[in-house]
């Protein structure tokens, strides 16, 4: 079955820098969807991705779905304490499948 | 527009009992879905319901059902509970189904003894 798969699971930042976290999929996405959720909150909607080969920006955040619509990214500059949480991405239109997420701590 | 909302927010059972967990879904939301999260095995679908109607189902023992009422509010029960069902159980409802925004409600914490 379809399988997302995300990394790195951990990533710890000084604040000020950036990074980028990963999404790939076993099969071709419909679309891509991006969650975040703080520590001990729900998954909140980030955004979601449709075309092949699409780029989508929110302030520091931007986003990225393959050309191939089997992979995507999530680029964060100039890191911010505010962005400590868990990023998920989903992807499926019958099943959505959630990957295991990337885990922020911010080192301010 | 309120929220999606769930109760009970926490709740703690024995091994062998079983348990019904409530959804209210955004207004106008046909869609909810209920997900299984652990920290070891992430969030997992469990099941998706659309007009009353079962339209998907995870990877998860007959144990776990649920069902949609016509307001569209949804319950999911697990019967025979066991040690490792201890979860955050989140239901998220959209317009008209996975392939659209989710919106999660804040889920509610099941501890089995």
């Known amino acids: 079955g379809q399988q997302v798969m995300q990394i790195p699971q951990y990533q710890h930042v000084q604040e000020g820098e950036d990074f980028t976290t990963y999404c790939n999929s076993s099969?071709?996405?419909?679309?891509i969807q991006w969650y975040k959720q703080r520590p001990g909150g729900h998954p909140v909607f980030l955004i979601q991705?449709?075309?092949?080969?699409e780029v989508k920006k929110q302030k520091r955040l931007t986003f990225q779905f393959g050309e191939a619509k089997k992979n995507s990214s999530l680029h964060i500059t100039a890191t911010q304490t505010t962005d400590v949480g868990t990023y998920f991405c989903?992807?499926?239109?019958?099943?959505?499948?959630f990957g295991a997420g990337t885990t922020v701590t911010v080192r301010a | 527009k309120a929220g999606v909302t769930q109760t009970p927010r926490y709740l703690i059972k024995t091994r062998g009992q079983q348990v019904t967990l409530s959804c209210s879904p955004i207004?106008?939301?046909?869609?909810v879905s209920w997900y299984q999260q652990t920290p070891g095995q992430g969030l997992q679908f469990l099941f998706e319901?659309?007009?009353?109607?079962?339209?998907n189902k995870g990877n998860f023992p007959g144990r776990f059902s649920g069902r949609q009422f016509s307001n569209s509010r949804s319950e999911m029960n697990v019967s025979t509970l066991e040690l490792g069902d201890s979860a955050l159980y989140l239901c998220?409802?959209?317009?008209?189904?996975?392939?659209?925004?989710?919106?999660f409600g804040p889920g509610t914490r099941l501890l089995v003894l």
């Open positions: 998220a409802s959209s317009l008209g189904g996975l392939g659209e925004t989710q919106y």
């Open positions: 099969t071709t996405l419909s679309n």
């Open positions: 991705l449709v075309k092949s080969g």
């Open positions: 989903a992807g499926g239109d019958y099943k959505l499948s």
């Open positions: 207004s106008g939301h046909r869609s």
């Open positions: 319901y659309f007009s009353e109607t079962q339209r």
